[in-house]
Structure formats: C-alpha cells, structure tokens
Antibody, heavy 115, light 110 residues
C-alpha cells in the first residue's frame, strides 16, 4: 500500500524536544523528495522543511531554522524531524508530504502541542 | 517568509462556477507556477493541480487551473456541495529557497 504514516507527536513543554517520524511504504523512498508541512489549529498550511533525494541539501523555513533538523534512514524508509527548543507557536498538526508534480501524497498527520 | 495571497473566503451557489485566485511574485508563481490543494475539515490536503494547469489522475475535470503572470487561478465549474472546503495554493520561491503557501480560501457552496 502506497502511504506515508507520521508518528511521534504529543504534548511537550516549551523548550523541550520531540522527534517525529514519517514512514513511507509502497514506493521507492529515495526516488522522491518528502517534505514536512504543518498546520496550526484553525490556521493555514505552513511548509517546514525538506531534504533532497540524494540526502544532501536540506531546506528550512525561517521559523524553524536552527531549531529543527530533518534527516532520514533509507534502510527504514523513514524521514525524521528533530524539533528542539519548542515554542507555543510550534503547536500544529505535522504532515509529511511526497513531492511529485506538487505534493501528491500526504500522511494523516501527527499532532504536536507545546504547552 | 512572505506567502502567497488568497482571498479568505468565496461563496457561490450550487451548480455555479467559482474562481479562486492566488497572487505571488516573479520569484514564485511567475517563475514556477503554482499548485492547488483542497482540504476538507479534519483531513489532510489533496493535490488538485500542478504546474499551474495539470491535474493528477482521479481529479475531476470540473477543476481547472491557469496562470497569468504573478497570479494563479483555480476554476471550479458545476459547484457541488462536496466542493465546500479550504483551498490552498503553493509555489517554490527561488529567492527564499522555500516553498510558500497562500493563506487559504474557504469556499462556501450556497
């Protein structure tokens, strides 16, 4: 089954850390760029980060630069988002999304609450 | 990071046509085009169009996208109740080296 499944969300205090996972299945993980996109409660979508297909360059939104780190484990077909120094404004549903002619596949998301 | 500009809400009647707009600049929409996403409450977004005017398989022909300069548009014909959703545009911004989203348009079908 072709899908992305996020996990790792929860409630965390400000200043603490959390690591999210995005498990890919049903497609060749290394052939696609996969992004993290978040959505604060009752707000719009905000792009967070992605890593190039070759695992080289990483790009971050200014709002998370220096605090969040994207990585991946190709042996597990899994993308990670290490979130440090969390703030209340990081509270959001975090989605991973595959990029193929736009964001063509999305996971169901994992909720992060910083409080 | 500066985002794309979308009207917060649009309301149209059943079976009518709605046109949603998305304004960027020459570093994003004019350069790269825009993608459109539909999101129903409580669900992840779904891709409706890419490269400004192509549709993924399975997306109804009632959805069509276009672009003129810095402005991308999504036209939905023959509005149905299930079209009531939030619609987002997005584009790669070459100056920011970032993807940018519009704030979203809430479409109400009357």
């Amino acid at each position: 089954q072709v899908q992305l499944v996020e996990s790792g969300g929860g409630v965390v205090q400000p200043g603490r850390s959390l690591r999210l996972s995005c498990a890919a299945s049903g497609f060749t993980f290394t052939s696609y760029v996969i992004h993290w996109v978040r959505q604060a409660p009752d707000k719009g979508l905000e792009w967070v980060t992605f890593i190039q297909k070759d695992g080289g360059s990483k790009f971050y939104a200014d709002s998370v630069k220096g605090r969040f780190t994207i990585s991946r484990d190709t042996s597990k077909n899994t993308l990670y988002l290490q979130m440090n120094s969390l703030r209340a404004e990081d509270t959001a549903m975090y989605y991973c999304a595959r990029e193929f002619d736009g964001f063509d596949m999305w996971g169901q998301g994992t909720m992060v609450t910083v409080s | 990071q500066a985002g794309l500009t979308q009207p917060p809400s649009v309301s149209m009647g059943l079976r009518q046509t709605a046109t949603l707009t998305c304004t960027g600049n020459n570093n994003n929409v004019d350069f790269q085009g825009a993608i459109w996403l539909q999101q129903h409450q409580g669900h992840p977004p779904k891709l409706l169009s890419y490269r400004s005017n192509d549709r993924p398989s399975g997306i109804s022909e009632r959805f069509s996208a276009s672009r003129s300069g810095n402005t991308a548009s999504l036209t939905i014909t023959g509005l149905q109740s299930e079209d009531e959703a939030d619609y987002y545009c997005s584009s790669w911004d070459r100056s920011l080296n970032a993807w940018v989203f519009g704030g979203g348009t809430k479409l109400t079908v009357l």
